[in-house]
Structures are given as structure tokens and as C-alpha cells.
T-cell receptor, first 115, second 115 residues
């Protein structure tokens, strides 16, 4: 069965600090997909990134970067030079190809960026 | 612009009443999903559909039902609302066919309170 663990429930940083969110997953499938979503205080879920299990290349998008390591079953997310607008709950999610398009979410990490 | 909407956005009901939450998407996506979000649990899958007339149970389906009579809509019905069903409900859709793993895009959510 697939499982996603986000061990950090809440992280508090001061603006301009970097913050890394950990995501560890469990799966028996060889083909799977990993996702990150952002949930700002307004409540909607915003898609950030999708990665398949065959693409371990790290990705950078502006101040956001993702580090995918199959050897440790981790898909960590870093916000560089954090801003107050980054304050949100961030969810990591996993979808196994064998299980169709169903997502299994981690419990989420709340990030609070203080000015 | 294509979108996914949910209604109502907020609902208060009483124990034992039947409640239906609406989800409508204009992307012509084949796949639609219902999740509930509770503190400490992230999002959990309730029901999902890969196309018209197709419905499947998710992780926490007891007490809920769905029907898919067209591509655009997947209403979620609580047959007899219970206080344990107080939660925020999210609908999502993805393009895929036969459950292929595409990115899911979420509606704005419905906050349901059962008194």
C-alpha cells in the first residue's frame, strides 16, 4: 500500500530564510508519480509540481526547488528566500500507476513565514 | 476559462439529514474525485470516477455515495449525515483515460458542519 509521511507538522521561519519540507513515501510500484500542492490560508489547493519515478532530475522553479531521491524514497521541497506569501500548508502526494489516478496525501506541513 | 466549481461553499446541517454536495468541471476531464480534509489526516479519498456511469469507493467511503450521469458532474451524497462527517470536502478532476496518472486539479472546497 502506498504511504506518504510529512514528519514536520509546522515550520516557522523569518522572511528571507530558506525552508525545506521533507516528504518520504512508500510504494511497491516501480512506476509512480509524486506531487506537491500548496494550500494558502484562503483554502484552495494549488498544484505545484508533478514528478514521475523515472525522472530523478531535480527541478527549480523560481524560488522553489525539488530534490527527488529514489534511494531514500524522498521528494523534498525547498523554498529559497521565503516570503510572507509562502505561508501555507504544503502537501506531498503519491500516485501509483497500478492504482490508477488515486492520490495518497501526506498529513501536510504548515509553513509560517514571519516578516 | 475552464474550471472546477463546488457548491455550496458552506453548509450546516443536522444529524440524520441527507446532504448533497455538487461538483462541476468544464475541462471535459474523464476522472473526478472526492476527498475530505480533516486536521491531522491530510486529504483522504472518498469516491472517484473514471467516466460516465463509473464509480468507485475510496479509502473512507462509508456513509457516502456518488453518481456520474455526465462528464461534467460528480455529486457527493451523505445519506444520513453524522457529526463525524463534519469536514472540508474537495472535488478534483484530471484529464486521463481509464485512470491514467494525470495531475488532479481541485475545486475551492465545501465546508460542511453536521450538528
Amino acid at each position: 500500500a502506498q504511504k506518504v509521511t510529512q514528519a514536520q507538522t509546522e515550520i516557522s521561519v523569518v522572511e528571507k530564510e530558506d525552508v525545506t519540507l521533507d516528504c518520504v513515501y512508500e510504494t511497491r510500484d516501480t512506476t509512480y508519480y509524486l506531487f506537491w500542492y500548496k494550500q494558502p490560508p484562503s483554502g484552495e489547493l494549488v498544484f505545484l509540481i508533478r514528478r514521475n519515478s523515472f525522472d530523478e532530475q531535480n527541478e527549480i522553479s523560481g524560488r522553489y526547488s525539488w530534490n527527488f531521491q529514489k534511494s531514500t524514497s524522498s521528494f523534498n521541497f525547498t523554498i529559497t528566500a521565503s516570503q510572507v506569501v509562502d505561508s501555507a500548508v504544503y502537501f506531498c502526494a503519491l500516485s501509483e500507476e497500478a492504482a490508477g489516478n488515486k492520490l495518497t496525501f501526506g498529513g501536510g506541513t504548515r509553513v509560517l513565514v514571519k516578516p | 476559462d475552464a474550471e472546477i466549481t463546488q457548491s455550496p461553499r458552506h453548509k450546516i446541517t443536522e444529524t440524520g439529514r441527507q446532504v448533497t454536495l455538487a461538483c462541476h468541471q468544464t475541462w471535459n476531464h474523464n476522472n473526478m474525485f472526492w476527498y475530505r480534509q480533516d486536521l491531522g489526516h491530510g486529504l483522504r479519498l472518498i469516491h472517484y470516477s473514471y467516466g460516465v456511469q463509473d464509480t468507485n469507493k475510496g479509502e473512507v467511503s462509508d456513509g457516502y455515495s456518488v453518481s456520474r450521469s455526465n462528464t461534467e458532474d460528480l455529486p457527493l451524497t451523505l445519506e444520513s449525515a453524522a457529526s463525524s462527517q463534519t469536514s472540508v470536502y474537495f472535488c478534483a478532476s484530471s484529464e486521463g483515460t481509464s485512470g491514467t496518472t494525470d495531475t488532479q486539479y481541485f475545486g475551492p472546497g465545501t465546508r460542511l458542519t453536521v450538528l
